[in-house]
């Protein structure tokens, strides 16, 4: 019987958008599930003592580049938000405090209105706005959801969760779409 | 007239390592030849305020695991060195200090004995004895050395590099040996 796999994201990151496209038909190729897992890539960066790429000297002029090369590669729409990166909690607790068969497809409505849309989803107005079009009224001022949401924050940097997106299969880490090509050999075969 | 390809990398980066292995035969696949370019991490950590992976919390435990799986997945015989990383000041001024036809081969051996056989390419005298087995003899120590290796690693970070390896095709930038496959596009055909 095969684990779901763990995919790992941050709604303002260009490579988790572009590796949402990619991961179900990956895993469903290998019978597998995916269990989708925003984290928020700032609680990251706290401990890794990194920063967004764009405030990166050199790097972040790279990664401009580097997102729209990389849509184009991998044939997904996309326009580099304004602004960006922008906070993802509200998007993070809208997503954690909607109900399980909601999640997915808010999480896929959340990256395409930000990446391919122009919406920024930094605004819990958006947000919300979002996720009333699919039916959830996810009550991300309460303290339940706030709860919930950091718990799952925690428990993403607990195994390690540095970057987005970032795949677990079967205890085995992969970071980054550009480990896609890994992953898939993995999920035939263990190397 | 098809431009060489200039390919940067540090001597004690493991993605460089593996990368050289790649390099030629995709850059003679498309026609082109390579300008083999060492430079030095350290000077690219000071503009982007990074770090060597090992140093970093989370990030570098995956690295580590990160580097023996890229390995085995590119089918290139691998051990993590110990120590790791080392300084490859000595590396780049004896690569600086041969004569062209002599660099590739030096470099070739140098990853070869840091990241297959062992050799701490950090220490000048095992650098020098490497280049001593190929016929070449580097005045590492003298300032023509130094200042053509300073200014080398100068134009590096003045065309953007900041990572190991990083290809510049034609001006188009290509980070890390997980952006081959987009390089392999881009040489077949710019997208």
């Known amino acids: 019987m095969c684990q779901p796999i ?13 590796a949402a496209h990619k991961i179900e038909p990956l895993a ?8 989708w897992r925003p984290m928020l890539l700032g609680a990251a960066f706290k401990a890794t003592g990194s920063a ?3 405030s990166i000297p050199l790097k972040g002029d790279y990664a401009k580049r580097d997102f729209l090369r990389s849509a184009r590669f991998h044939n997904v729409a996309f326009r580099l938000p304004d602004p960006f990166p922008v906070s993802t909690v509200a998007a993070c607790r ?3 405090g909607s109900p399980e068969e909601k999640r997915v497809p808010l999480a896929k409505a959340l990256f395409r209105a930000y990446f391919a849309d122009g919406v920024s989803i930094g605004e819990a107005a958006n947000v919300l706005k979002i996720a009333n079009s699919l039916g959830c ?3 991300i001022d ?7 949401t950091r718990a799952e924050v925690d428990a993403a940097l607990a195994k390690g969760v540095f970057g987005s997106p970032y795949v677990i299969v079967d205890g ?10 890994q992953l898939e050999r993995w999920l035939r075969e263990p190397f």
């Open 28 to 35: 469903a190729k290998y019978g597998r599930s995916v269990t």
């Open 52 to 54: 967004p790429l764009p």
């Open 142 to 148: 309460s303290q339940a959801v706030k709860d919930k």
């Open 172 to 181: 085995e880490p992969f970071w980054g779409i550009d480990r896609f090509d």
């Open 137 to 139: 009224r996810p009550e």
């Open 6 to 18: 763990d995919f790992y994201f941050d709604f303002s990151s260009p490579y988790g958008y572009l």
């Open 94 to 96: 809208a997503f954690y």
